[in-house]
Nanobody
C-alpha cells in the first residue's frame, strides 16, 4: 500500500508561481513512476508530469517549460513547481504513484489561477 497526501494548492494570479507537494508513505520501494495529473470541471483527468525511478521525466505539451517535477527521496516528497501560471491551469491537481501491480491516488489539491 502507498499513501499520498497533496498540499500547496491555492489561489494565484496569472503569471504567478506555486509549488505543490506530495508526501509519499507506505511501500515506497515498490513505486516505479510518480506523476501529477489534473482535472478541471467537466473534463477528464489529464497527465501533467511524470518521473520514473531512474529520474526520467515527461510533461504534457501544455506545461512544458513552465512546470517542473522533482523529488526529495530523503523527505519522501514529490514536487510540482508551476510557473507562468495561466487561467487554463485551474484544476484539481492529483498525485499518483504507480507500482507493477497497482495505482494509488491522493485526494487532490485545488489550484485556481485568476485575477
Amino acid at each position: 500500500q502507498v499513501q499520498l497526501v497533496e498540499s500547496g494548492g491555492g489561489l494565484v494570479q496569472p503569471g504567478g508561481s506555486l509549488r505543490l507537494s506530495c508526501a509519499v508513505s507506505g511501500s515506497i520501494f515498490s513505486i516505479t513512476v510518480m506523476g501529477w495529473y489534473r482535472q478541471a470541471p467537466g473534463n477528464e483527468r489529464d497527465l501533467v508530469a511524470t518521473m520514473t525511478n531512474g529520474g526520467s521525466t515527461n510533461y504534457a505539451d501544455s506545461v512544458k517549460g513552465r512546470f517542473t517535477i522533482s523529488r526529495d527521496n530523503a523527505k519522501g516528497t514529490v514536487y510540482l513547481q508551476m510557473s507562468s501560471l495561466k487561467p487554463e491551469d485551474t484544476a484539481v491537481y492529483y498525485c499518483k504513484a504507480s507500482t507493477l501491480a497497482s495505482r494509488y491516488w491522493g485526494q487532490g489539491t485545488q489550484v485556481t489561477v485568476s485575477s
